[in-house]
């Protein structure tokens, strides 16, 4: 495979313009962006998911700055030419424009992320202006916003009614209007995505379990390849059931150590007679 050259936003736009699908995914460590990075996926998100798939938190809340830094740093070394977004935590925006702007800057600086991604809707959308017109490309998310979780009401499907999804529609207006350069609907209906992405302008669309009609695709990495023992998304599809390959192989490796058939010595390194006799006499 030729080296591909560094994905940026005109090369995001153009792939719009011709209606040819954004790949995306989340990703949180280095040998991982390393093989997403020979996929060729053009769009990585260190999400702050990583609360729960990496660090096993019941939620994201719990996500520090730190945490998100440190991984999104080891990914942009295993990925270096993929679009690179990094999660803003919780309250790493909430409490100020200014707030917002100098932890975002902290993932670009920091961590050489391309972009960063924060959830809400219109009443964030000043947080949005505000990181865009410091010179970073920032990125919305509306539908089911996990950090929002509470409130929601659990993870559940958004925008089922009229009424709400009206606020989406207008929530994904604001964004845009705010600057953003792409939107992320999460689990909302399929039309209501469909109905969003033929009006932005400006911006495009992400679909994660919202539909087939947005202009990419998002996946947590963790439910696409079956390594998130606690449950199974159903808008998640298992593409490679790697978690199975890797239990498989902890019980091979544990029963092949206790049965002494591991090592072998094509797994060991020997030392010549002479000096392991020379070791010998010094220690005598």
């Known amino acids: 495979m030729s080296e591909r050259k560094k994905v940026s936003l005109p090369y995001l736009f153009k792939k719009v313009a011709k209606d040819e699908p954004i790949t995306m995914l989340t990703c949180y460590d280095y040998p991982t962006a390393h093989f997403q990075e020979q996929a060729e996926i053009d769009m990585i998100l260190v999400g702050d998911s990583l609360g729960m798939t990496m660090l096993g938190y019941e939620s994201t809340l719990p996500v520090t700055m730190d945490d998100m830094v440190r991984h999104s740093k080891a990914v942009r070394i295993g990925s270096p030419n993929a679009w690179l977004i990094?999660?803003?935590?919780?309250?790493?925006?909430?409490?100020?424009?200014?707030?917002?702007?100098?932890?975002?800057?902290?993932?670009?600086?920091?961590?050489?992320?391309?972009?960063v991604k924060l959830e809400g809707g219109a009443e964030m959308a000043d947080r949005m202006a505000g990181i865009v017109a410091s010179?970073?490309?920032?990125?919305?998310?509306?539908?089911?916003?996990?950090?929002?979780?509470?409130?929601?009401?659990?993870?559940?499907l958004q925008g089922k009614g009229a009424l709400q999804a009206k606020k989406i529609v207008d929530?994904?207006?604001?964004?845009?209007?705010?600057?953003?350069?792409?939107?992320?609907?999460?689990?909302?209906?399929?039309?209501?995505?469909?109905?969003?992405?033929?009006?932005?302008?400006?911006?495009?669309?992400?679909?994660?379990?919202?539909?087939?009609?947005?202009?990419?695709?998002?996946?947590?990495?963790?439910?696409?390849?079956?390594?998130?023992?606690?449950?199974?998304?159903?808008?998640?599809?298992?593409?490679?059931?790697?978690?199975?390959?890797?239990?498989?192989?902890?019980?091979?490796?544990?029963?092949?150590?206790?049965?002494?058939?591991?090592?072998?010595?094509?797994?060991?390194?020997?030392?010549?007679?002479?000096?392991?006799?020379?070791?010998?006499?010094?220690?005598?």
Request: glycine share 10%; hydrophobic share 40%.
């Open 171 to 284: 929530d994904a207006k604001a964004l845009e209007q705010a600057g953003a350069f792409s939107i992320l609907l999460e689990l909302v209906p399929d039309r209501l995505c469909k109905l969003i992405s033929e009006r932005v302008e400006n911006c495009f669309i992400i679909s994660l379990g919202s539909g087939p009609d947005a202009h990419g695709q998002l996946l947590i990495y963790h439910d696409a390849f079956g390594l998130y023992p606690r449950f199974k998304p159903r808008m998640a599809k298992v593409f490679a059931d790697a978690g199975k390959i890797i239990q498989d192989g902890l019980k091979q490796y544990a029963h092949e150590v206790t049965q002494r058939k591991f090592p072998q010595p094509e797994n060991w390194f020997g030392m010549p007679d002479d000096e392991y006799e020379e070791l010998l006499r010094i220690l005598d």
């Open 135 to 156: 010179g970073i490309p920032a990125m919305g998310h509306l539908g089911l916003t996990p950090q929002s979780v509470s409130a929601l009401g659990g993870f559940r």
């Open 86 to 115: 990094g999660d803003m935590p919780y309250m790493s925006y909430q409490p100020s424009v200014e707030t917002a702007i100098l932890n975002a800057g902290r993932l670009m600086a920091e961590a050489g992320c391309d972009a």
